[in-house]
């Protein structure tokens, strides 16, 4: 990259897969506020077997989980968007979760149809979109579930960074209307995301890896000169 790389990634933890590399700066600009009252109704829909399967979207859903559910009960079968997910409930509940081929909600709600879900509870983020639940409604009992909000902290994303990951459609948002200026190239990790920085960094080039994953996005870094 003309100039050298500068990258920036502003999630609330540093991947394992983006760890060593000498031309990132990891800026934990994304607070997760758990909510108390919906991991507590999640945890009692799960032990009393109310639903058949359960979806979650992120890491961050398990692990919070944890907290309130004192292991997997053996009814409901579990659906993890990613292989970062699936980390993070088999770190959570020691098992394996079901995962679709491709890393997105839309490739998660087809699992979930793959499986013949009658019922589904999905946990969420405050901020996401129902894409997932209004794709299984017509064919399952869809039940969704506000497990934590994510809130983005503005002052703490710094300036000078030509490279962005942007991991979800909140923080393209704000990398760009902080960064717009400055950016070359944002590598978005799923189609949301890249819609939005497409609409806020109208400069940069915007790529949207294949894979949904953060060894895609290394992947896609070392292609562009980062590394």
């Given at each position: 990259?003309?100039?050298?790389?500068?990258?920036l990634?502003?999630?609330?933890e540093?991947?394992?897969?983006l760890r060593?590399?000498?031309?990132l700066?990891?800026v934990?600009?994304v607070?997760?506020e758990?909510?108390d009252?919906?991991?507590?109704?999640?945890?009692r829909l799960?032990?009393e077997?109310?639903y058949d399967?359960?979806?979650?979207?992120?890491p961050?859903?398990p692990?919070l989980?944890?907290?309130?559910?004192q292991?997997?009960?053996?009814g409901?079968?579990p659906?993890c968007?990613?292989?970062g997910?699936a980390?993070?409930?088999s770190?959570?509940f020691?098992?394996?979760?079901?995962?679709p081929?491709?890393?997105?909600t839309g490739?998660?709600?087809s699992l979930?149809l793959?499986?013949?879900?009658r019922?589904?509870?999905?946990?969420?983020?405050?901020q996401?979109d129902?894409?997932?639940?209004?794709?299984?409604?017509?064919?399952?009992?869809?039940?969704r579930?506000?497990?934590?909000?994510?809130?983005?902290?503005?002052n703490l994303i710094?300036?000078?960074?030509?490279?962005v990951?942007?991991s979800?459609?909140?923080?393209a948002?704000?990398?760009c209307?902080r960064?717009k200026?400055?950016?070359?190239?944002?590598?978005a990790?799923g189609p949301?995301?890249?819609?939005?920085?497409k609409?806020?960094?109208p400069?940069?080039?915007?790529?949207?890896?294949?894979?949904h994953s953060?060894?895609?996005?290394?992947?896609?870094?070392a292609m562009?000169?980062?590394?």
């Open positions: 990259m003309e100039g050298g790389c500068r990258a990634y502003l999630g609330p540093l991947p394992l897969e060593d590399l000498r031309t700066t990891w934990k600009a607070a997760i758990p909510l009252e919906g991991l507590r109704e999640s945890a799960i032990r077997g109310l399967c359960v979806a979650f979207t992120s961050r859903g692990l989980l944890r907290g309130f559910l292991g997997w009960p053996s409901p079968r659906l968007v990613g292989p997910t980390r993070a409930f770190e959570a020691g098992l394996r979760c079901y995962m081929r491709t890393y997105t490739s998660l709600a979930a793959e499986l013949n879900c019922s589904l509870l999905t946990l969420r983020s405050e996401g129902d894409e997932l639940e209004a794709a299984v409604r017509a064919s399952a009992n869809v039940h579930v506000n497990i934590y909000r994510e809130r983005v902290l503005a710094p300036t000078g960074f030509n490279v990951i942007a979800s459609a909140l923080i948002e704000a990398a209307q960064l200026d400055t950016v070359d190239l944002v590598i990790m949301k995301a890249a819609r939005r920085a609409e806020l960094c400069e940069a080039t915007v790529i949207e890896p294949q894979e953060f060894k895609a996005v290394r992947e896609a870094l562009s000169g980062c590394s």
